[in-house]
């Protein structure tokens, strides 16, 4: 029985997993197990590929309601993905993420798993003016001390979870499991009759990476916001309260004479990198990273400076206003200055830049270009390259200008040898169409034809 649970739930995840890819998230996972027996049908429970909507999630929530002693206790997380049971379930990192709750649903008297319940619907849960309201941020023993003999409604918010670090994820969703699996414990304490219900109050969508080493190829325009995959936030620098630059890149390398120095965790994960000397105006940005680096003595660098210049104008061509990042410097121990000019970072105000690859490479997207001789002996590298300078908003990036063209050479190749396919398609359809057949045949059972040379 227990195993039958797992494997329907597994099911049904599964299967709604494939119809996202299809369809826009817009559904939430709800899980029930109650201390009554026989509350629901599982096999009618189930819909693969169905959302349930709110008419139908009160037929589900029936049985509860009809109960003597209506005890509903309701947790709620901001939001959750049934995709959060497969990647973070059983296996993972080898620790069981939610065991209270496959214990819960596998123990309980009757249980219910509804992979896709319109989030909207939801919040009906809360509406019921019949019941007595419990609300709960911060869960205690002390908390459940409920009258069992009126209908209670007990709302226990759980820890808000954090996508854009898997770690802190994984540990806030151990933590609130445990809390489910304590609170449950409490109410079976006081030998109370009880349902659960296991639900957030919006969808969300988990984090998808690549595998590590394989560059992606193709045109991507990209908004960098909460939830795309990314493992940490992009540094910001503020201009007073609001932030006027946003600076992103999964890798940012710098190599001068051979010795390779990463700049990644520095400036975006540990955060000691220091922009405070970064300008922010309409018409001029400056980005500006300095670097202690005298804790590692195998680079023969004291401190480092990175500058990215950026200029914003009006171009009469396209009528609306550019930003262009025009000069990249590399200043070390506050002398020697690496100058490099930049070719194809620009983009309309209102957006931002991304590139996959920039740096001095000429394979790159967009490229660094030596301007002086300082500048030769240093190589950069920065992967996933995102920056925007002016007309920042809500501390996310804008709309991406891509350095990819809309048709790159692959797409030229394909085009050009579609148009060949094509081409001797149309050449030997014509060539059957010029086919004519004999206007004159033998007749088997008379005298042979006989054709003039003449005719």
Not at 92 to 115: A, H, K, R
Not at 373 to 392: C, D, H, L, M, R
Request: with cysteine.
């Amino acid at each position: 029985m227990a195993r039958n649970h797992c494997l329907q739930l597994l099911l049904c995840c599964t299967l709604a997993i494939i119809l996202q890819g299809i369809f826009a998230v817009d559904h939430v996972p709800m899980l029930m197990w109650s201390t009554f027996s026989s509350l629901w049908n599982m096999k009618s429970a189930t819909h693969e590929g169905h959302i349930v909507k709110k008419h139908e999630m009160l037929t589900f929530l029936k049985p509860v309601f009809n109960q003597g002693s209506q005890n509903v206790v309701l947790f709620l997380q901001n939001e959750l993905s049934v995709e959060d049971f497969t990647r973070y379930g059983p296996g993972y990192e080898g620790t069981e993420m939610f065991c209270n709750i496959q214990q819960l649903l596998e123990s309980s008297n009757s249980s219910l798993v509804l992979p896709a319940v319109d989030w909207k619907a939801v919040k009906h849960l809360q509406e019921n003016q019949n019941w007595t309201k419990v609300q709960i941020d911060h869960f205690e023993e002390t908390d459940l001390d409920i009258d069992p003999s009126k209908p209670n409604l007990i709302i226990i918010n759980l820890r808000p979870v954090n996508r854009t670090i898997d770690l802190k994820l994984a540990q806030t969703l151990v933590d609130n499991d445990n809390l489910i699996g304590m609170a449950t414990s409490t109410l079976r304490k006081k030998r109370l009759h009880f349902s659960v219900i296991y639900t957030a109050l919006r969808p969300s969508v988990v984090n998808r990476k690549s595998n590590d080493g394989l560059i992606q190829t193709g045109r991507r325009l990209m908004t960098t916001d909460s939830t795309s995959s990314v493992p940490y936030p992009p540094l910001n620098v503020t201009n007073g309260t609001n932030t006027c630059i946003l600076f992103y890149a999964t890798s940012l390398q710098l190599k001068a004479n051979g010795t390779l120095i990463d700049l990644t965790n520095e400036t975006f994960i540990s955060n000691s990198v220091d922009s405070s000397s970064s300008v922010c105006s309409t018409t001029n940005t400056t980005l500006s990273l300095k670097y202690s680096l005298q804790k590692n003595p195998s680079i023969h660098v004291n401190t480092l400076e990175i500058r990215f210049l950026m200029r914003n104008k009006f171009y009469v061509g396209s009528a609306r206003n550019w930003f262009r990042l025009d000069f990249v410097e590399i200043v070390q121990d506050k002398q020697n200055v690496a100058m490099f000019n930049v070719s194809s970072i620009s983009a309309p105000q209102e957006y931002s830049f991304h590139c996959q690859l920039v740096g001095t490479s000429r394979l790159y997207g967009a490229t660094f270009i030596p301007a002086n001789k300082a500048a030769e002996a240093w190589t950069i590298t920065i992967s996933e390259f995102q920056i925007q300078g002016f007309n920042v908003e809500n501390d996310i990036f804008a709309y991406a200008n891509d350095c990819t063209s809309f048709f790159t050479r692959a797409i030229w190749m394909a085009l050009m040898t579609s148009l060949v396919l094509l081409y001797i398609l149309t050449y030997g359809i014509h060539m059957i169409m010029q086919l004519t057949t004999n206007d004159r045949f033998d007749d088997p059972k008379g005298l042979a034809l006989t054709v003039p040379q003449t005719d």
